[in-house]
């Protein structure tokens, strides 16, 4: 077990973990939670021995081996081929395949004594044994395997590491620490290099992981899918909870609830304490009882309120200019940064306003590429993206915050990006909806928390109001509660919306349609992220390649504009049909609202003690409730129409796509 003792860590002056004392069982799946600068890396520092504790002390089993995904690589192993890195996973088998060699030498150089010789053959199965039991025949197999799904192709393995970005270094890194098959596996932030793909084979291969696990991680999928107990580091303390994230997050509110009720009773108390003493102190024959109330109440202890979960900033998105039906849309498009090397070839996309799209592969597929062709940041080499009648763009590029000027304040950020010419009177409101009013527009950026950077991200792309979001990875640098806040935005966003993210809670819970990357083409999912998987698995199942996927879903450029043709024309023709419709559903939920209050009044009335003609009450009360009933049927019939007219509406969309 991993056993922490009152144990403490400070940074100069600030306190990090104050008397902190938990422990973890073998077999535990631990997710470690908390907010950035909280203190998760520091205690997975201390379990490796890599940071000592000022105070206190932390046991761990013997004979223990420890799988570490670290944030940056060793010196001198970007020399190494990405295979020959990947496999030499386990350390110590470098030393026992030589050890085994040099008795191998020794016995084929023959051996006189035989106390000597049974010692050296002994020694020698034990590590034949051992070094079977690790996996040494295994290792480069599973480091293939591994480096595959996590999206390298065979191509890349004997390519040297130091040609690759720091991105895939870091999931060589990672694929290297998942076959090493340690007992307590640790990591931090795993899936921040890994696209939505790899993120679910990295949770299908966790699960299977028999030893104990230590998952630092703000994304909420892997935490609900992998870990069954939840440590939160807030605040100097860790608290630990028996359940996975979902009763945590449960849990956390009952016993805030529970101590606030127990602070507000205390606060009581004290009040009362304090006056009577106030009341009686003066008095010579009270003195003796304001003394002995006195000590009651320094005695009570205060009851202090854990941090609120929830991310008190403000993304509050103003509502986009009206633009035309369709936002934006690509014309038999083509792309590659060289003329041999296409990333896209022959895309036809239509992206309706309203839409909330995402785009999922892995990397290198040409997700981020997509986007910039939709902003204009790159030119396709043939076809087009056309914009929509009045589309105006809002881009955040993933780079964004690391680009921020550090002395830089976000008044200037803003400033930055208005129109030229602009007026910026009206700056500070835009500030001020993204929570920077007053003192706060003038901090500098280099002081700015994750999701500070966000809101600023957001302030300056609103100081022109875009009715077209375009996000490539907008939740790098927040915490869970940063990106729950910006995900319930971006649902409520009237606008447009196309994301590129690792998170697949936020796009579970952000993304109406789905945009597949299945090079050289895509394929569009008319549903949220469930939907692709079930849909995606039938693909699989009924042996669609991509090849033909291209075929259906590209055609050819004239296709592309008579499908467009016949989609106006057919929900054109709905339209007038859909409008009656929803007036005659509103008309009759009003009339409805309207019946109901009376029959509530009548109702009063007939159980009040006033003088009232019953009568003529009943009477009244009986016609009300028969003009309910009819009405409620004619809503039915109405509604059904409707419901009818937009399940048309979808299936011509679908079709004719």
Sequence with gaps: MIDFKNVVKTYAGDVILNEVSFRINPGDRVGVVGPNGAGKSTLFGIITGDIRPDRGTVSLPKDHRLGILRQHLPDG???????????????????????????????????????????????????Q???????????????EQALSNLGFRQADFERQLKSFSGGWRMR??????????????????????????????????????????????????????????????????????????????QERENR??????????????KEHLERVIDRFRAKSSKAAQAKSWQKALDKMEEIELPDDLNYNGAIRFPAPPPCGVEAARFENLSFGYTP???????????????????????????????????VGKLKPTSGRVVLGHHTVTGYQAQEFADLLVPEQTVYDVVRGNLPAGASTSGLMNVLGSFGFSGDAAEKPCKVLSGGEKIRLLFARIFVNP???????????????????????????????????????????????????????GIRKYFGDYDYYL????EFQAAGVTVDHTAELLNGSPDLARNRRRARAQAREALAADRKRAESRVAELEQRLEKL?????????????NGRIDFAAVNRELSQVQSKIAATEADWEVAAEKLEELRRENERIHQELK
């Design 77 to 127: 192993e970007t020399q190494r081929t990405l295979l020959d890195f990947t496999a030499d996973a386990i350390p110590e088998l470098k030393t026992m395949t030589a050890e085994l060699q040099q008795l191998e030498l020794q016995l084929h150089r023959g051996v006189d004594d035989d106390d000597r010789l049974a010692a050296l053959l002994e020694r020698h199965g034990r590590l």
């Design 340 to 374: 041999e090397k296409i990333i896209l070839k022959e895309i036809n996309l239509t992206i309706n306003s309203g839409d909330k799209l995402a785009f999922i592969g892995y990397n290198g597929m040409g997700k981020t590429t997509l986007l910039k062709l939709l």
């Design 172 to 249: 060589a890194a990672l694929a290297r620490v998942l076959i090493s098959q340690p007992d307590i596996l640790m990591l931090d932030e795993p899936s921040n290099y890994l696209d939505i793909p790899a993120v679910e084979w990295l949770c299908r291969f966790l699960k299977s992981f028999p030893g104990t696990l230590l998952l630092i991680s703000h994304d909420r999928f892997l935490l609900r899918k992998l870990t069954r107990i939840t440590l939160e580091v807030n605040s100097g303390r860790v608290t630990r909870y028996a359940g996975d994230y979902d009763y945590y997050r």
């Design 466 to 520: 875009p009715n077209l979001l375009v996000l490539d990875e907008p939740t790098t640098h927040l915490d869970i509660a940063a990106r729950e806040l910006l995900q319930e935005a971006l649902r409520n966003y009237a606008g447009t919306v196309c994301v590129v993210s690792h998170d697949i809670e936020f796009v579970r819970n952000v993304a109406t349609g789905i945009i597949a990357m299945e090079p050289p």
């Design 256 to 269: 805030r609830q529970t101590l606030e009720a127990a602070k507000r009773n205390s606060d009581r108390k």
């Design 129 to 143: 044994t051992r070094i079977e039991h690790l996996g040494a025949y295994r290792l480069r197999t599973e480091a």
């Design 534 to 537: 079930e849909k995606s698995a």
């Design 596 to 608: 109901e209050q009376r029959q509530a009044e009548l109702l009063e009335q007939l159980s009040g």
